[in-house]
């Protein structure tokens, strides 16, 4: 059953001081009302219009995640978790040979004339996908609109071949009170509290092999003078990244004043699944 309203109240102290992820410990009723309700917020938010939509994290993906892979390894399969279009495969789409995508609200036939499969995820967020299928997994900004991620980060290590990588970023701060509205996001989404991100990886079985926080939270405001994505931008993503991780800032994840939301909203990862790939 859905958590009661007395027992939520009694527990939102823990969640906003980051000691427990809100949502992970659901039970299956909650857990399904959660993604149906969340299943088509992204389209909602401005993504529904394929012509006019503008991904704005290039630079970024490039510099915190594909910058880390080996260098000019070609992956065989690839899985984009919440790709939406797509989009965030361009930049190595010359070095992958086949594409699958996991979007419950998006479908195309072609990413740059390269064939691409869509599938729904399934019962509680599962993947539909056999163990070992994939060698190189991305994941951004996607598990903080779902309720169990430690499930979700299980299945992202089953469905991984050993050896491969899982490409994540993810906000580690709030986002705001999710018990009341909030403009721009969605009515569910959260952020996860490093700490907990970290131990959820390690206990599924992942080696980290890079850990930087970004999206410094002033940032943003460079948009004003470039009139472009700022993440779109390289020397905004190093100048991102230089701040980002001074050890200035604390890693608290509720803000509870203006001053408390001066620092970085986000920490991307490079992961990998333990193991030698076996040959096909």
Same mark, same amino acid.
């Given at each position: 059953?859905?958590?009661?309203?007395?027992?939520?109240?009694?527990?939102?102290?823990?969640? &906003?001081?980051?000691?427990?992820?809100?949502?992970?410990?659901?039970?299956?009723?909650?857990?399904?009302?959660?993604?149906?309700?969340?299943?088509?917020?992204?389209?909602? &938010?401005?993504?529904?219009?394929?012509?006019?939509?503008?991904?704005?994290?290039?630079?970024?993906?490039?510099?915190?995640?594909?910058?880390?892979?080996?260098?000019?390894?070609?992956?065989?399969?690839?899985?984009?978790?919440?790709?939406?279009?797509?989009?965030? =495969? =361009?930049?190595?789409?010359? &070095?992958?040979?086949? #594409?699958?995508? #996991?979007?419950?609200? +998006?479908?195309?036939?072609?990413?740059?004339?390269?064939?691409?499969?869509?599938?729904?995820?399934?019962?509680?967020?599962?993947?539909?996908?056999?163990? %070992?299928?994939?060698?190189?997994?991305?994941?951004?900004?996607?598990?903080?609109?779902?309720? %169990?991620?430690?499930?979700?980060?299980?299945?992202?290590?089953?469905? =991984?071949?050993?050896?491969? +990588?899982? =490409? &994540?970023?993810?906000?580690?701060?709030?986002?705001?009170?999710?018990?009341?509205?909030?403009?721009?996001?969605?009515?569910?989404?959260?952020?996860?509290?490093?700490?907990?991100?970290?131990?959820?990886?390690?206990?599924?079985? +992942?080696?980290? #092999?890079?850990?930087?926080?970004?999206?410094?939270?002033?940032?943003?405001?460079?948009?004003?003078?470039?009139?472009?994505? #700022?993440?779109?931008?390289?020397?905004?993503?190093?100048?991102?990244?230089?701040?980002? %991780?001074?050890?200035?800032?604390?890693?608290?994840?509720?803000?509870?004043?203006?001053?408390?939301?001066?620092?970085?909203?986000?920490?991307?990862?490079?992961?990998?699944?333990?193991?030698?790939?076996?040959?096909?």
């Amino acid at each position: 059953m859905r958590m009661d309203a007395f027992t939520e109240e009694l527990n939102i102290d823990r969640y &906003l001081a980051g000691l427990q992820l809100y949502g992970d410990d659901f039970g299956a009723e909650e857990v399904r009302r959660w993604l149906k309700e969340e299943e088509n917020g992204y389209r909602e &938010l401005g993504a529904a219009d394929q012509e006019r939509y503008i991904y704005s994290y290039h630079a970024l993906n490039a510099y915190q995640s594909f910058a880390g892979l080996p260098h000019a390894r070609r992956f065989t399969h690839v899985l984009g978790m919440g790709a939406a279009y797509g989009h965030e =495969l =361009l930049p190595i789409l010359h &070095l992958i040979d086949k #594409v699958t995508i #996991v979007d419950p609200g +998006f479908h195309i036939n072609k990413i740059r004339g390269m064939p691409v499969s869509y599938l729904k995820p399934g019962e509680l967020g599962s993947l539909p996908c056999n163990d %070992n299928t994939f060698d190189l997994i991305t994941s951004f900004s996607v598990l903080h609109h779902l309720p %169990n991620v430690s499930f979700q980060v299980r299945e992202l290590f089953r469905c =991984l071949r050993p050896g491969g +990588f899982l =490409l &994540l970023r993810e906000p580690i701060i709030s986002m705001g009170d999710w018990r009341y509205p909030r403009r721009g996001i969605t009515s569910h989404e959260r952020g996860i509290p490093i700490g907990i991100f970290r131990r959820i990886l390690t206990e599924c079985g +992942f080696t980290i #092999v890079r850990e930087r926080k970004c999206t410094f939270s002033l940032m943003s405001r460079l948009r004003w003078i470039l009139r472009r994505p #700022v993440y779109n931008v390289r020397w905004c993503v190093a100048l991102d990244d230089w701040i980002s %991780n001074l050890s200035v800032w604390s890693d608290r994840y509720h803000p509870r004043h203006v001053w408390h939301k001066v620092r970085p909203w986000s920490v991307a990862y490079i992961l990998q699944k333990p193991g030698s790939e076996p040959l096909d």
